[in-house]
């Protein structure tokens, strides 16, 4: 090999029992690499102590092959683990730049390895071989029950997670930068993965990093010798891992805290409306002002109820304050006396917008379309009121919602 050469990709290919393919493997690996002329490429394969003596094969292979090496755990780690294993053997001691995940089982074509380094000498930080983009495809032999596991548990993935940036979310054919690795491995060590989340994973967090994700086709050949390690658990656990991605991504939104504090807020209105009506504080205000009994405005003005509404509003808007700007908007906390006591202030008069609108919103429904029967449920009748209201809470959130990210919690320039 010339020593010319710098970069080096290290291609990982973990396996349990792979005896018959990894003798298959490499000498196909020995004459794709013979051309490509810019990247040094060294073959590491991780086995799990395979029972069928994978790691006696491979070491016989090395005295032939130099570019072979080995790396053997001692009890079997699933996919992810012996992947992690491989990185960081590779990245860490053997000084990769890139390195390729690769299937021992001859599914995935080592002669489009130089494509792969194509895209990623073109900028790339992580390439996917896809097997649903023009060019690419899956085996035609495959039953209808594997094609449709793999056709819908793409599709699902794209759905759930979000995302149309990617086409093969589970291939796992793949060249993966340093820089990737490095970022994203200690996030994906905190958590339980088997199977394809680990693929899953990788690729979901590479692209919220904002990584250029490029895909190249190739056609998937189906394994000809060996047993396929795909079970039924794969399918419930990929699942159960991109909906409690979503899920998780989904409750850390801005908006989504935003509306559970104003849930809270209104379970803490109505339980402070109950409290200061039982403890009927106006006639306990008024009879010690001594305002019982006379019939004047003042002790017109309000009554248990209406000083109860009142206050309870006034707490749910205290507590709306105090939890948007511990969670909500946590990253532009306000903190000091001062700077509360303006905020606190201005948030007073901001959710008093809301009011308007939800008023608003009301008095012209109601003059311009009437109150009418919009449906009957159980006798009951559903008036086109309670629509309003609804629209009327809806505007008043999106209000609230300006004005706090726009004035209150405003983004520091
Ligand atoms: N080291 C290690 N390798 C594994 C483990 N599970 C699977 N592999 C290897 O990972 C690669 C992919 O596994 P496969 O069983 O081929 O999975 P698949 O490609 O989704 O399914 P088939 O091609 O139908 O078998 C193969 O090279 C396996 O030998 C494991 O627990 N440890
Ligand atoms: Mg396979």
Not at 154 to 177: C, E, F, K, P, Q
Not at 240 to 251: A, D, N, P, W
Not at 302 to 324: F, K
Request: charged fraction near 20%; charge should be positive.
């Amino acid at each position: 090999m010339a020593a010319s050469k710098q970069k080096l990709a290290v291609i990982i290919s973990p396996t349990y029992n792979e005896r018959p393919n990894v003798k298959k493997l490499v000498p196909i690996v020995a004459k794709v690499i013979k051309n490509i002329s810019d990247w040094d490429i060294k073959l590491l394969f991780v086995d799990d102590s395979s029972p069928d003596g994978t790691a006696e094969e491979i070491k016989q292979l090395q005295k032939k092959y130099s570019f072979v090496e080995l790396l053997v755990n001692k009890k079997k780690m699933g996919l992810g683990g012996a992947y992690l294993a491989g990185m960081n053997k590779a990245f860490n001691q053997m000084g990769a730049q890139v390195v390729f995940e690769m299937d021992a089982d001859l599914s995935h074509d080592p002669k489009i390895l130089a494509s792969f380094l194509r895209a990623i000498d073109a900028g790339a930080d992580l390439v996917l071989g896809s097997r649903y983009i023009k060019g690419g495809s899956i085996p035609a032999n495959w039953g209808f029950y594997r094609k449709f596991l793999s056709v819908v548990g793409n599709l699902t993935a794209s759905v759930i997670l979000g995302s149309t940036a990617v086409r093969d979310w589970t291939t796992g054919y793949r060249a993966i930068r340093k820089e990737v690795y490095d970022k994203i491995h200690p996030e994906l060590l905190s958590e339980r993965f088997s199977g394809y989340t680990f693929q899953i994973g990788f690729l979901h967090k590479s692209l919220r990093a904002g990584y250029k994700v490029v895909e190249v086709p190739f056609h998937f050949v189906d394994r000809t010798v060996g047993v396929s390690k795909l079970g039924p658990e794969y399918i419930i656990n990929t699942l159960l891992y991109i909906v409690g991605v979503r899920l998780k991504e989904l409750f850390n939104h801005r908006i989504t805290k935003f509306a559970i504090v104003g849930g809270i807020g209104f379970v803490v209105n109505l339980t402070f409306y109950h409290l200061f009506r039982w403890l009927s504080l106006w006639t306990s205000l008024s009879s010690w002002l001594k305002l019982a009994g006379q019939n004047g405005w003042f002790s017109n003005l309000l009554s248990d109820e209406g000083l109860a509404v009142a206050l309870s509003a006034e707490v749910a808007i205290l507590s709306n304050y105090l939890w948007n700007n511990i969670w909500t908007f946590k990253d532009r906390q306000i903190f000091g006396f001062i700077n509360h006591a303006k905020k606190f202030l201005q948030f007073n008069f901001g959710s008093l917008g809301s009011v308007v609108i939800q008023y608003l919103t009301m008095q012209i429904s109601v003059l311009t379309f009437g109150v009418f029967t919009l449906l009957k449920v159980w006798s009951i009748d559903i008036t086109s009121d309670n629509l309003y209201l609804i629209i009327g809470v809806l505007l008043g959130m999106v209000w609230n919602f300006t004005i706090y990210s726009r004035l209150i919690w405003r983004k520091n320039k």
